[in-house]
């Protein structure tokens, strides 16, 4: 079983850039994909970006393409998404999770959750 902990969440303002990070440890994970989701208030938990371990390959949501960058960082056992221009659509509870799949942007095929960091924009 891999444990995932996220962190780096906060309250920034619209345009500000912020990082999240989410650290894995356990299992060996060097199959698995991780993903990043989000999920606001009253809402689904949505899609956002994920990254294959060891090839680096990535792939993200359309509302967050050109502003998001999913990374990993083998040595640390960490994979980070670094968020840009944020706006305050993007304010959100951010989750990682892992999957066996590649391509998947359903929550349903990924696992091992973290507890999640919050962000907040304020316009």
């Known amino acids: 079983q891999v444990q995932l902990v996220e962190s780096g969440g906060g309250l920034v303002q619209a345009g500000d850039s912020l990082r999240l990070s989410c650290a894995a440890s356990?299992?060996?994970?060097?199959?698995?994909?991780m993903g990043w989701f989000r999920q606001a208030a009253g809402k689904e938990r949505d899609f956002v970006a994920a990254i294959h371990w060891d090839s680096g390959r990535t792939y993200y949501a359309d509302s967050v393409e050109d502003r998001f960058m999913i990374s990993r960082d083998n040595a640390k056992n960490t994979v980070y998404l670094q968020m840009n221009s944020l706006k305050p659509e993007d304010t959100a509870i951010y989750y990682c999770?892992?999957?066996?799949?590649?391509?998947?942007?359903?929550?349903?095929?990924?696992?091992?959750w973290g507890q999640g960091t919050q962000v907040t924009v304020s316009s």
């Open positions: 356990g299992r060996s994970f060097s199959l698995y994909v």
């Open positions: 999770g892992t999957s066996n799949i590649w391509v998947t942007r359903s929550k349903a095929n990924f696992g091992s």
